[in-house]
């Protein structure tokens, strides 16, 4: 059962309603301590998750420099993938701050780079000879899936928990966008490891798993970013 | 119609936004009540059923007054403070809509005399009712009869609020059993 408080009603309240209010809340002042700046928490959160990756990445051991540099696509993909969770991140951050939301043309270009950071695969790459078999590159991309959730899931936690700090007003896309920003830390962290440039691969192994887990993490997001205003 | 702030008002109010953020309640009582008639003509403007006006004002001062950490006293006070309060308006109206639609109209109830007549529930409530044992009963009645508070009803029963959810909980389990016993 719903428990409701009792309403006063009417504009002739407004002053009386007023006055209990304020008398309450302050009442209930005490210092608080201020958020940091979206740059600095961006920047914190690139820093962090950026060495925990390079660390797991170095531990895994990269591709050769050589084997990317010399292939435009390859560092084309990279840049993408880099640009968008750099983007995302930003996303993330400034939603999740009264007065500092983006504009909708910002939006706009990070949905946009991320979509044709997906559709990259299939243009700039080359296909297996068999054609695209889900199932194959699934079994055959097994530890590529497994390694880029588990190298997107540290930045996650990270972004979280800088997060919850702050007074997001819509959770559920601010979850979205944190998600988005980790996991496509991971995609581009397991690609820098990862030999294979073929499109089935790529796709699947590399991108399908940010999209697939970039969804619950925006429930979770909707959870507990809506916390601070309970 | 009042007039609307200037940069200088702005400023003002952005400098007590800082010195509030630092626990001075003075500064606090000063800002909420000359910010307050903006905002409450803010919310009047936007919500259509002027009786929620109040309850809509009021949730905008409490999202304010949780996310007060989150301004950065050197950027403008507007954009801030407004975008808790468009949200908190459309939250509050998301919500009281949703409360609304589970809601069933008083007009759309049978009259309590014809209940009887069908099939005598009041009488079963009042059975279950009285059923339940004293501790229960009372914090059944206290909330759901006489329509007090959680906090209102544990003040009354000498009990703690978490206490009185408890109680309160068991009778209507207790209630429920009763009653769907009785239907069978």
Redesign the interface.
Known sequence: MRKRTKKKSGAGNAAGIHAALVGRLVSETRPVRRTLTPGLQWALWFLLSGGSVGFFLATLGPQAAGAILGNLPAVLFLGAALLGSALAAWEAISSSLPGRQTGTLYRIGAVGLVLVLMAMPFLFFPSAPGGFDLMGCCSSGWSCIRGCCLLGFLPWVLMVFILSRNASLRPFWTGLWAGLSAFLLGAFAIQLHCPSWETGHMFVAHLLPVALLTFPAALAGAYWFSRWRK | MKPLPNNLQWESWAKLMAR??????EA??RF??EV?PIL?GFV?RRVFN??L???V??EV???L????????PT?PLG??????AR?SVLDALGRNRK?AEKEVPTEKLPESGKIKEEGGLDDQLHLALEALPEGNRRAVELL?IRGL??EEAAKEMGISVAALKVRAHRG?QHMRRTLMGKGK
């Open positions: 509030l953020q630092e626990g001075d309640a606090y009582r909420l009540d307050g409450y009047r002027q009786e006006v109040p309850d004002y009021q001062l409490l999202t007054h949780k996310a007060r950490h989150t301004y950065d950027r954009p801030w403070l407004f975008t808790v949200n409360f759901k508070t959680l209507y």
